[in-house]
């Protein structure tokens, strides 16, 4: 299937996903579940967790986000998630990262990669897929979103739902990072959540754990912040050799944040 089909089915299963309100999919995890953090447009750490993981069929496997940029080949990557999702159809949640953004795009190598490659009429058709995915996945005991907690916290789930990418709460879910010795501003409405934070945010999702992407973690692939309940994992190289993660929960509703680090799968 050429990538314009892929974008095009992809979008559809996005739009269509069963439980999802707005930009927010709810459903019970009652299979085991994968989590899969960013990828930067490197094919091998995809075949990489999909051999550890094996039968694909059993699992629901959910993508933190930041599918293009920085890696050697995005649009390659792009058409191997787009076709394990056409697989499997709504047993994969791709979720949006701040790299899911044209601005973002022309400043690092998505958009050169595109033009030079000769893909720059599907341009559109990207855009339209970006524009499908949603920001936050609430799966039992676990809401997961690409960057962190909005501030303030959303006064209810219907509002959390109702974000939009670039608005000031979507941009918060795309960009913020926990409060911790690693965390440096981004500036542009961009800020740093705290454990008080993550709390309010937790009770307002019904959920026990943040699982997250975004920011890689030099020499472990992953780190837990605020008692083991927020989980950051990251799951490129960047073609340097460092550590990549993913998470596997065989039961995703005994998962907490006293056992969640034993699940934590480094490459």
């Not at 022309?106 to 595109?114: C, D, I, K, P, Q």
């Not at 073609?239 to 034993?262: D, K, L, Q, T």
Request: net charge negative.
């Amino acid at each position: 299937m050429s990538l314009r089909k892929l974008l095009i089915k992809s979008t559809e299963i996005n739009i269509r996903l069963p439980f999802r309100r707005d930009n927010m999919v709810e459903r019970d995890a009652d299979s085991p579940l994968v989590i899969i953090g960013d990828l930067h447009g490197e094919r091998d750490s995809l075949k990489d967790i999909i051999d550890v993981v094996g039968d694909e069929r059993d699992s629901l496997f959910l993508f933190l986000g930041d599918y293009v940029d920085r890696g050697s080949d995005c649009i390659g990557l792009l058409e191997d998630i787009l076709t394990f999702q056409a697989r499997n159809q709504d047993r994969v949640i791709l979720l949006r990262g701040n790299h899911e953004d044209w601005n973002m795009n022309v400043r690092y190598s998505f958009a050169g990669e595109l033009l030079a490659k000769g893909y720059d009429d599907m341009i559109e058709d990207i855009l339209a897929w970006y524009e499908s995915l949603p920001l936050i996945a609430l799966l039992d005991n676990i809401v997961a979103l690409h960057g962190g907690v909005p501030k303030p916290v959303p006064k209810d789930l219907k509002e959390l739902a109702r974000a939009q990418a670039f608005d000031p709460v979507g941009l918060q879910i795309l960009w913020n990072d926990p409060l911790d010795e690693q965390y440096w501003p981004r500036g542009g409405g961009t800020k740093a959540f705290t454990a008080d934070d993550l709390s309010a945010f937790l009770n307002l999702t019904g959920t026990k754990l943040l699982i997250r992407g975004h920011q890689y973690v030099p020499g472990r692939g992953y780190k837990l912040n605020f008692d083991n309940q927020c989980v950051t994992i990251f799951s490129a190289s960047y073609g340097y050799g460092w550590p990549r993660c993913f998470a596997y929960f065989p039961h995703p509703s005994e998962i907490s944040s006293e056992n969640v680090e034993r699940y934590i799968i480094r490459l």
